[in-house]
Every structure is written in C-alpha cells, then in structure tokens.
C-alpha cells in the first residue's frame, strides 16, 4: 500500500512562513493528483491546493497569492509553501495522492496523518 507521511507544520507568528512537505512510500506504481487539504475545528476539511501529474495546478480564493504547491516526481514528495500566514489558516493540514500500487490497481485516494498549523501571536 501506498503510505503518506506529512513534516513542517508548527507554530508561527501572524505574517510569517511555513513549509510542508508530504512523502509518498511504499508501493507505488504511479501517483496523479497530490494535494493538500486542511480542517479547522468545528469546520469540514477543505481543499487547499492541488497538482497534477502534469498540468495546471489549483488553489483555493482563499490562498491564492500566499501559498504555492509544488512537487517533485522522482521523491514522490510534494510541498506547500505557505506565506503571509493568517490566523484563519490555523488548521490541521492533510496531504492526498492519488495513485496506483501496481500497474493493474484501481485509482485509490490516500491520506497522511496530518500535521498541526498554528497561526497566532
């Protein structure tokens, strides 16, 4: 199966930086769409951002302009960069490949644990 493990969250100051990273192992025979998502308390999980294969990647309004996902093919791993964080972005951030295990295997979502983002003075 096909595991992922998200690093980077924490605290930081309103207005400052974050870097999550997201790596994917296991078995593995392909990846399409990576993504990351995020849950506040008390609020559904949403999608933050998104990247294809290849193609052109997908924010929502509400980051645009501030964070930048990027991947990198050969680690299997993708990153969001966030800028200008906000206090309204302090929430759990899930990362989701969608892959294939072998050649043969259906399209499957796959979830990391999430990691905590704090935005706060």
């Known amino acids: 199966q096909v595991q992922l493990v998200e690093s980077g969250g924490g605290l930081v100051q309103p207005g400052g930086a974050l870097r999550l990273s997201c790596v994917a192992s296991g078995r593995i025979f392909s990846i399409n769409d990576m993504g990351w998502f995020r849950q506040a308390p008390g609020k559904q999980r949403e999608l933050v951002a998104v990247i294809p294969s290849g193609g052109i990647t997908k924010y929502a309004d509400s980051v645009k302009g501030r964070f930048t996902i990027s991947r990198d093919n050969a680690k299997n791993t993708v990153y969001l960069q966030m800028n200008s964080l906000k206090p309204e972005d302090t929430a759990v951030y899930y990362c989701?490949?969608?892959?294939?295990?072998?050649?043969?295997?259906?399209?499957?979502?796959?979830w990391g644990q999430g990691t905590q983002v704090t935005v706060s003075s």
């Open positions: 989701k490949a969608a892959a294939r295990a072998r050649s043969y295997s259906a399209l499957h979502d796959y």
